[in-house]
């Protein structure tokens, strides 16, 4: 049964390449809230996510966790770790019942690593992150705070992975993404409200002015 449905996430994620593979990949499931890495041990594999939402996030100096993204089908986690041969960069914990298909790291590098079109597949998510985070990164440096909070929100309005994958309601974990404190945060919301641009109703922020929204984010997108 379980060959069968490891064969179904297979195709339905278009990954061919691995059917002749399927004898030697596991299925790997997580409950809610389930630790799927842990930062600093040692990876043991790659993890295809083929079903499901995670979280991953790495720890400050300080001790405070830092949010860097969620993780949607189709993701991979381990690629860094198993090219680079270092340890686990970052916490991943399960949002939601996720589904993985698990490759060893033992059978990767002995014989999917050989394999030119996974490796095109591992190089096209490597270079994803890269430039995903690149953008991030030059967005947080760069832009004040409101036009940081603008642009995530116009970013999110879209069907772009990487929107899908920064998407969450929590002004805690908004804050953690862009760069920023939750009280200030709280501040530039209290702006946008007074602007007309935003209402805040409970757990919700409602965009009232989309073109001045737009405007406040100077063209600048997390993408």
């Keep these: 049964m379980k060959l069968t449905e490891i064969q179904t996430y297979i195709e339905n994620n278009e990954l061919q390449m691995l059917l002749p593979h399927v004898e030697f990949i596991q299925l790997k499931t997580y409950k809610a809230g389930d630790i799927i890495l ?6 043991d594999g790659l993890y295809l996510l083929v079903k ?3 979280r991953v996030a790495t720890t400050e100096i300080t001790g405070k966790s830092l949010l860097l993204r969620f993780c949607t089908p189709f993701s991979i986690l381990g690629d860094i770790e198993c090219f680079q041969n270092v340890p686990i960069q970052s916490e991943v ?6 589904t993985f298909l698990f490759i060893p790291i033992d059978y990767y590098k002995h014989s999917l690593s050989l394999e030119p079109e996974f490796l095109q597949l591992l190089l096209k998510e490597l270079a994803y992150k890269l430039q995903t985070c690149t953008t991030a990164s030059r967005v947080n440096l760069l832009a004040s705070a409101e036009t940081r909070f603008a642009s995530y929100l116009c970013t999110i309005k ?3 992975k990487f929107a899908k994958q920064l998407a969450t309601n929590n002004l805690e974990e908004i804050a953690s993404l862009i760069g920023t404190t939750p009280r200030h945060l709280n501040r530039v919301i209290q702006k946008f409200q007074e602007k007309g641009i935003l209402q805040k109703e409970r757990h919700q ?11 406040l984010a100077e063209g600048i997108r997390y993408q």
Excluded: M, V
Excluded at 93 to 98: G, I, S, W, Y
């Design 38 to 43: 842990t930062e600093g041990d040692q990876i």
């Design 158 to 160: 879209t069907e772009d």
């Design 93 to 98: 914990h399960a949002e939601e019942p996720c």
């Design 205 to 215: 922020l409602i965009i009232t002015d989309w073109s001045k929204l737009e405007k």
């Design 52 to 54: 499901g939402k995670c």
